[in-house]
């Protein structure tokens, strides 16, 4: 179904409205690719009946429509530096600064925008490998998405195998995973240090945390700039004193003020929010 200048219109500030991706008049592509088999399916004639529907109640519709608007590309262990940043820096300090305190062997990461799951899983092997005696903590790692369908597949922890070749060291596949018929499956020990949660990052989110470690990575380059920047200066809200925050590798918070110096460790960039810098959320 084309795409005319009308539809642009309305589609983009229902998008922005349940998700706030910024849609311009050059993502007419997107549109088509992504959305016309959505209003085909829901039996609309046009673009504006979508938005119609979608904005008067029919929450099934909304569902669709975010799931096929929202790109949902992930993978395991993506971009590298940010797990070794974890193994030989974060986790390091934070098992160091909890170690000697038997009330605070409590660890927490909070993956907003997790997608299908990879990017908790990846953080839950890092753990394992690091932590022989990992029961003897309490280890938290929360995966949210505003995507129905990546949270449940998250939720099940089941990938193909397409899937596990973007990322799985091979060394781990087995001792982390197991068949589950055409497909693998995460196993119990790992699937047991996550939760899955759908979470509009756009909503209020000050019941979560705090978190020692947030990533937040590829989800806010989608977003304006005034949405961008009140999401991550909500995010150091939620986080501890302490607390570690990854972005995306195209990412960057330089510009978003003091309160956001970039740290780099094994090449790659962290921020540890600093609350003197501190600016109000907008
Ligand atoms: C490109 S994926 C990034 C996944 C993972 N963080 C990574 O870097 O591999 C972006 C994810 O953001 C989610 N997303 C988009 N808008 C969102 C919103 N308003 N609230 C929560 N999640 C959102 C999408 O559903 C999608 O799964």
Not at 41 to 59: I, K, T
Not at 186 to 210: C, I, K, T, W, Y
């Amino acid at each position: 179904m084309p795409v005319t200048p009308q539809d642009m219109l309305e589609l983009a500030k229902l998008v922005k409205q349940l998700c706030g991706l910024a849609l311009d008049d050059s993502k007419g592509y997107l549109i088509e690719s992504r959305l016309s088999q959505v209003a085909a399916e829901a039996g609309c004639d046009n673009y504006v009946e979508l938005c119609r529907r979608a904005l008067s109640g029919d929450r099934q519709l909304r569902t669709k429509v975010v799931d096929a608007i929202t790109t949902h590309e992930t993978l395991f262990f993506r971009d590298g530096s940010p797990f070794n940043v974890l193994k030989h820096r974060v986790i390091p300090d934070i098992i160091d600064a909890k170690a000697n305190s038997p009330l605070s062997k409590r660890i927490r990461f909070w993956c907003a925008a997790c997608s299908t799951g990879q990017e908790c899983y990846s953080i839950a092997i890092v753990l394992s490998e690091l932590l022989p005696n990992i029961a003897s903590w309490n280890i938290n790692i929360l995966g949210t998405d505003i995507a129905d369908s990546s949270i449940a597949q998250a939720c099940r922890g089941t990938y193909s195998n397409y899937e596990i070749g973007r990322g799985m060291p091979p060394n781990y596949l087995h001792k982390y995973m197991q068949r589950d018929g055409a497909n693998w499956k995460v196993r119990d020990s790992l699937r047991a240090l996550v939760q899955f949660e759908r979470r509009n990052l756009l909503e209020p989110f000050h019941d979560l945390g705090p978190f020692d470690v947030i990533f937040c990575r590829n989800v806010a380059i989608y977003f304006d700039p005034t949405t961008r920047r009140n999401l991550f200066h909500r995010l150091a809200e939620r986080l501890t004193p302490t607390g570690y925050l990854f972005v995306g590798a195209s990412e960057s918070l330089t510009d978003l003020g003091p309160r956001f110096a970039p740290k780099m460790y094994c090449r790659g960039i962290f921020y540890q929010p600093n609350m003197a810098g501190q600016q109000v959320a907008t």
